[in-house]
């Protein structure tokens, strides 16, 4: 079984065609203490309809190496005060931000709100080189999303001013055709001393 894969990037902050907020309640804000339990469990709460597989074998010791990047940065939705979604945002590499993972809770789909959650990450990956010293401006930010997705993603991204550039297919591992078991999701084995991450 194949999946298809499509690339989408912006180059000017000019692009980003926001969407008006669809719920007064909705806000977005980032999460500026890394909490690597808190990357992984959304990463399994929005991912898991949509085989999300490539990082549910990750150890500790690589969810937390890369929340606790500084070039990472965490994005969360709240409607009414409670966690709606979630984006990352990667600028390891220099000039580009990647939103690594996008999206909403299952409750909270099929509310209007993905639009508007995206355009605001959008609006704030071009602001990723203001928010960290020594970081370089940002040229692009890109994305990647494949034909197992959120049936609405494609048309999302691109209403929201993202450019597809490239397409690939590659073939689907077991993993990623079959839904993982709630009970046999990857837990830690011990919380992270926040105060060391200060």
Same mark, same amino acid.
């Given at each position: 079984?194949?999946?298809?894969?499509?690339?989408?990037?912006?180059?000017?902050?000019?692009?980003?065609?926001?969407?008006?907020?669809?719920?007064?309640?909705?806000?977005?804000?980032?999460?500026?203490?890394?909490?690597?339990?808190?990357?992984?469990?959304?990463?399994?709460?929005?991912?898991?309809?949509?085989?999300?597989? *490539?990082?549910? =074998?990750? +150890?500790?010791?690589?969810? !937390?190496?890369?929340?606790?990047?500084?070039?990472?940065? %965490?994005? &969360?939705?709240?409607?009414?005060?409670?966690?709606?979604?979630?984006?990352?945002?990667?600028?390891?590499?220099?000039?580009?931000?990647?939103?690594?993972?996008?999206?909403?809770?299952?409750?909270?789909?099929?509310?209007?709100?993905?639009?508007?959650?995206?355009?605001?990450?959008?609006?704030?990956?071009?602001?990723?080189?203001?928010?960290?010293?020594?970081?370089?401006?940002?040229?692009?930010?890109?994305?990647?999303?494949?034909?197992?997705? *959120?049936?609405? =993603?494609? +048309?999302?991204?691109?209403? !929201?001013?993202?450019?597809?550039?490239?397409?690939?297919? %590659?073939? &689907?591992?077991?993993?990623?055709?079959?839904?993982?078991?709630?009970?046999?999701?990857?837990?830690?084995?011990?919380?992270?001393?926040?105060?060391?991450?200060?």
């Amino acid at each position: 079984m194949s999946s298809t894969i499509w690339y989408l990037e912006t180059r000017s902050p000019e692009h980003v065609r926001p969407k008006e907020r669809p719920d007064a309640e909705a806000v977005v804000r980032q999460s500026r203490i890394p909490v690597p339990e808190l990357n992984r469990f959304c990463y399994i709460t929005v991912g898991s309809d949509w085989q999300w597989t *490539d990082r549910l =074998a990750w +150890s500790d010791a690589e969810w !937390r190496e890369f929340a606790t990047d500084g070039n990472v940065e %965490t994005w &969360l939705l709240h409607v009414s005060g409670t966690p709606a979604g979630y984006c990352e945002m990667d600028g390891r590499i220099p000039g580009e931000v990647e939103i690594a993972s996008f999206g909403l809770f299952p409750a909270f789909r099929r509310r209007r709100l993905g639009g508007w959650f995206l355009g605001e990450c959008l609006s704030e990956a071009w602001r990723f080189s203001a928010r960290g010293e020594g970081r370089p401006r940002t040229e692009r930010v890109w994305l990647h999303t494949c034909s197992e997705d *959120d049936p609405h =993603a494609m +048309s999302n991204y691109q209403a !929201r001013g993202m450019r597809w550039y490239r397409t690939e297919t %590659t073939e &689907l591992c077991r993993a990623a055709r079959e839904r993982t078991p709630l009970g046999s999701r990857p837990r830690f084995a011990a919380p992270t001393d926040y105060r060391r991450l200060r």
